[in-house]
């Protein structure tokens, strides 16, 4: 019967509004601090590096202009165009609330401040809207999320509330709950009766291996595989060391494919990491072309060299491809020459080649009868566990979980003000992002934290009634 009342109504789009100035490619706001003099520890030329951005700013802005009076849309403003549309023609969510029974928003508090304005206005012209959220995830605000805004949205709609875990044991719900408002969650999964407890992991100085080699033996005692473990934290560099990830610069080129490679191959390599190496890779056969690198994306450096980005994949693969059938105990000498070999016959879909292999890609000095692992050491391939960044580990989850809280360096206090946060129960974005990253752990959790900062810990689980171990 209800289908039967519903009408369709046939809208003539109206032509698009215009759009203030348009927001910059490089970043959402442009606050342009005057130039600071030259410290004993600064860059003299920031004020210039400073002037050079708002000049790329303007320019990237006019362009825009161009492609908006040709019809081109980024995606900021497709969504200011659906917010103006929807306000100054209700005839459109007239037609919406006729078509669709209900939008069904999932992962809604990461919506912007113009995604919000766009559900605000479907909510005014009677669209029924079903929000799937987790507030205690917000951790977009850099990205212009507002938790507030947000709340405000919400307010009015009816609510049905989740208490059912799927994932975690009860210690892990317990940790989860001292991150947020309300009661704890209740594990109802496969993982409801898993008895271990939070596990906590003092370090002194920066973390690294003794914070791995605690997390290893854990695993061990818990009988998980190492494959079913993850490191996190809020850098994905801080992440990638704990987990024997090397971030030491290739000093040649050599390196560059050896180390680079070697993390294409490496189970452990997330995604991300995976496409960055690629994409390094890549930006090495364009130099091999005599084609410079610096200053500009890949994807831009194709456009402006007329290099079909499909045939630079393809030819990058097959160097990987080349150098990862070579076996790592080989003379340098010997990997160099079938390397060179590979690189040699690299050619550009019109036939040309520019790279002279044996200049691209020199033997290192003191290299004389060593091997290639002896050469490079630590390869990243030797990594121990997965790793990733909080943010971009939103949405996985693993069995057991390792969550490093860096030691706060220079003028940096997010581990101190994180702490304090999660001590008076303050909902900020830093609280919000460790509630992220401790409610990806399945069975078995690990929150290392630096030593000076330990105590204050243990007392924040005694008072939230968390189990807890500390591992010194």
Not at 67 to 83: K, S
Not at 264 to 283: G, I, V
């Amino acid at each position: 019967q209800h289908d039967q009342t519903r009408q369709t109504h046939r809208v003539r789009i109206p032509q698009l509004p215009e759009l203030p100035n348009p927001r910059s490619p490089l970043r959402r706001t442009t606050q342009l601090e005057p130039p600071r003099p030259a410290t004993a520890r600064s860059n003299p030329m920031s004020h210039l590096s400073s002037a050079h951005t708002h000049i790329r700013e303007r320019n990237a802005a006019d362009k825009i202009k161009v492609l908006r009076g040709q019809g081109y849309l980024t995606c900021d403003d497709a969504r200011d165009y659906a917010v103006r549309l929807l306000r100054e023609h209700p005839e459109i969510g007239s037609t919406l609330r006729n078509r669709f029974l209900e939008v069904i928003v999932d992962e809604a508090q990461d919506c912007s401040e113009t995604e919000l304005d766009f559900l605000d206005e479907l909510k005014l012209a009677g669209v029924p809207l079903v929000v799937v959220c987790d507030p205690n995830q917000a951790i977009y605000e850099w990205r212009d999320a507002s938790p507030t805004r947000f709340a405000a949205l919400t307010e009015s709609l009816r609510r049905h509330e989740l208490t059912g875990n799927w994932r975690s044991s009860p210690a892990i719900c317990q940790l989860a709950a001292s991150l947020k408002d309300g009661s704890a969650d209740h594990p109802v999964g496969d993982n409801r009766d898993e008895p271990s407890p939070i596990h906590l992991i003092p370090y002194e100085g920066w973390p690294s291996s003794g914070v791995a080699d605690s997390f290893r033996q854990l695993l061990v005692e818990a009988e998980i595989e190492t494959d079913k473990a993850i490191v996190l934290s809020h850098a994905t560099a801080v992440a990638s060391r704990v987990a024997g990830r090397s971030h030491k610069r290739p000093s040649n080129n050599m390196a560059h494919i050896a180390i680079n490679t070697s993390l294409l191959l490496d189970p452990m390599t997330e995604a991300h990491e995976r496409f960055r190496a690629l994409d390094r890779l890549q930006r090495l056969v364009l130099r091999y072309l005599q084609i410079p690198t610096a200053g500009e994306s890949t994807p831009r450096l194709c456009e402006l060299h007329e290099v079909d980005p499909a045939w630079l994949k393809l030819a990058t693969l097959g160097l990987v491809q080349a150098t990862a059938a070579l076996s790592m105990d080989l003379p340098v000498e010997d990997w160099l020459e079938h390397t060179r070999s590979e690189l040699g016959s690299i050619f550009t879909p019109d036939g040309q080649t520019a790279g002279k292999p044996k200049v691209f890609l020199r033997a290192p000095k003191n290299s004389t009868g060593m091997t290639v692992e002896d050469l490079l050491g630590s390869l990243p391939a030797t990594a121990l566990f997965r790793s990733s960044s909080i943010h971009q580990a939103k949405g996985s989850e693993a069995e057991a979980a390792l969550v490093v809280l860096s030691r706060d360096r220079g003028q940096s206090t997010r581990t101190a003000e994180l702490l304090d946060a999660w001590r008076l129960g303050q909902s900020t974005e830093a609280r919000r992002v460790l509630y992220v990253g401790v409610t990806r752990a399945q069975r078995l959790c690990a929150v290392a934290v630096p030593s000076a900062a330990a105590s204050q810990v243990e007392q924040i689980l005694e008072r939230a009634s968390v189990p807890f171990t500390t591992r010194r």
